[in-house]
């Protein structure tokens, strides 16, 4: 059984560092890993999106990047803002089920401070 | 353009009652999902619908059922409602269920059972 996790479970910055976000999980046969964004009491924004075979996707300040091998991605927020507070959840999309589900970790709580 | 509208946003029901959740999108995106997020949790996957049939299903008893419709859009139903089942209710749709599909996701309906 998949299981995906994220750490840390929540952090607090001042504005303009810059950030690792980590999730890792136990089964490396994936097609591909989404990261998503969650505002308070909102549906997911999809921020990136990582095919198996690709080592890294970039959009803007963003960067994640997919060790498949090893069960691990990071996202990288650069210069960080307090527009970027919110949770971040990463999601692998399994072999099983031919990639009908995704898996997620219970996210990383970002507050970002002025 | 890839929105995802779900109806209602938010809705508040006595254990035992039924209800019906709605998803749309004017995209065209022909495989709908659906998840539950309880508070503080990542989202668990309980159904996807592609060509109206259900396509895989996560770990939820048979009171949680479903619809797609012709147009792609869906309905999820559950019977006997319990207290548990307050969460949010996600939608997600993507380009055909095939492995390498993006999932794009609505803003979700907030359900509480009393």
């Known amino acids: 059984k998949q299981e995906v996790t994220q750490i840390p479970a929540a952090l607090s910055v001042p504005e303009g560092e810059n950030l690792v976000l980590n999730c890792s999980f136990t089964?490396?046969?994936?097609?591909?890993l989404q990261w998503f964004r969650q505002d308070p009491g909102k549906g997911l924004t999809s921020l990136l999106l990582?095919?198996?075979?690709?080592r890294e996707q970039t959009s803007g300040r963003l960067n994640a990047s997919l060790d498949k091998s090893s069960g691990r991605s990071t996202l990288y927020i650069a210069a960080s803002q307090p527009g970027d507070s919110a949770t971040y959840l990463c999601?692998?999309?399994?072999?099983?089920?031919?990639?009908?589900?995704?898996?997620f970790g219970t996210g990383t709580q970002l507050k970002v401070e002025l | 353009e890839t929105g995802v509208t779900q109806s209602p946003t938010h809705l508040i029901k006595t254990r035992g009652q039924q209800v019906t959740l709605r998803c749309s999108s004017q995209?065209?995106?022909?495989?709908v999902s659906w998840y539950q997020q309880a508070l503080g949790q990542g989202p668990q996957f309980i159904f996807q619908?592609?060509?109206?049939?259900?396509?895989g299903r996560g770990n939820f008893p048979p009171r949680f059922s479903g619809l797609q419709f012709p147009n792609y859009s869906s309905e999820l139903n559950v019977n006997a409602l319990e207290l548990d089942d307050s969460a949010l209710y996600l939608c997600?749709?993507?380009?055909?269920?095939?492995?390498?599909?993006?999932?794009?996701f609505g803003q979700g309906t907030r359900l509480t059972v009393v």
């Open positions: 997600a749709i993507s380009r055909d269920p095939g492995a390498n599909a993006e999932a794009f």
């Open positions: 089964d490396s046969a994936i097609y591909n």
């Open positions: 990582i095919q198996s075979s690709q």
């Open positions: 999601a692998v999309r399994g072999l099983t089920g031919g990639g009908n589900k995704l898996t």
């Open positions: 995209s065209g995106h022909n495989t």
């Open positions: 619908y592609y060509r109206e049939e259900e396509n």
